[in-house]
Nanobody, 121 residues
């Protein structure tokens, strides 16, 4: 059984910062990467950033300035978010991409349940 757990969300004032954590656990042989997504009420889920298990990071174009993803190895990824704006309020989800339990399989994705970020004064 593979589990993906996010943490670190909360209420923060505009201009503040948060560090979100994503940890995958279980009988994991290997995985391709970890991605952070967010979904605001009434909007589609969107990619924020992705990092491979080797530490190669990529960002959505609009997220490069204030978001920093790190980790990848050791089954954990972090998302540092700075200069938070009310528009950043959303549920932030972690996706573990192409998780393999055994060496011979292609792998599948697993999602966490999300952590809520609310930016408000």
């Amino acid at each position: 059984q593979v589990q993906v757990v996010e943490s670190g969300g909360g209420l923060v004032q505009p201009g503040g910062s948060l560090r979100l954590s994503c940890t995958i656990s279980g009988n994991i042989f290997a995985f391709y990467g970890l991605g952070w997504y967010r979904q605001a009420p009434g909007k589609r889920r969107e990619l924020v950033a992705h990092i491979t298990s080797e530490g190669i990071a990529n960002y959505a174009n609009s997220m490069k300035e204030r978001f920093t993803i790190s980790g990848g190895a050791h089954n954990t990824a972090y998302l540092q978010v700075d200069s938070l704006k009310p528009d950043d309020s959303a549920d932030y989800y972690c996706n573990a991409e192409r998780v393999r339990v055994t060496p011979g399989e292609f792998g599948r994705d697993y999602w966490g349940k999300g952590t809520r970020v609310t930016v408000s004064s």
